[in-house]
């Protein structure tokens, strides 16, 4: 099982894939891609377990983010070919310009 810096299946970007581990909500033990970089809004904590394995969890309150892991955000939020099944990322007024190209071929 992939650990570590790589690759997003759906965009090629370079991502960092996590081991989840069990939190209030969720079973643990999915595979989750961050973004490589930490990002200050993001809601993911990450740290090296060990020497090897990188584990990431969800911020809460009640489980605020520790010294020793560093905040990331999750890649299925920035991922340009994942929206689609997140229609809350965009707002309501942004215009698509992918959909106004001109008409070519005049004579
Ligand atoms: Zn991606």
Redesign the pocket.
């Known amino acids: 099982m992939n650990n570590g810096p790589g690759i997003?299946p759906?965009?090629?970007?370079r991502?960092l894939w996590t081991r989840t581990l069990p939190g209030a909500t969720t079973p643990g033990g999915k595979r989750l891609?961050v973004d490589p970089t930490p990002h200050p809004e993001g809601n993911t904590a990450v740290r090296r377990d060990g020497t090897t394995a990188w584990v990431s969890r969800r911020v809460t309150e009640q489980q605020p983010l520790m010294g020793y892991e560093r905040l990331h955000m999750p890649?299925p939020a920035t991922?340009?070919?994942?929206q689609e099944q997140l229609p809350l990322q965009l707002p309501q007024n942004v215009v698509r310009l992918d959909r106004r190209r001109t008409p070519r071929g005049r004579s």
Request: proline residues 8%; hydrophobic residues 15%.
């Open positions: 997003c759906d965009c090629r970007r991502v891609a890649h991922c340009p070919n994942q």
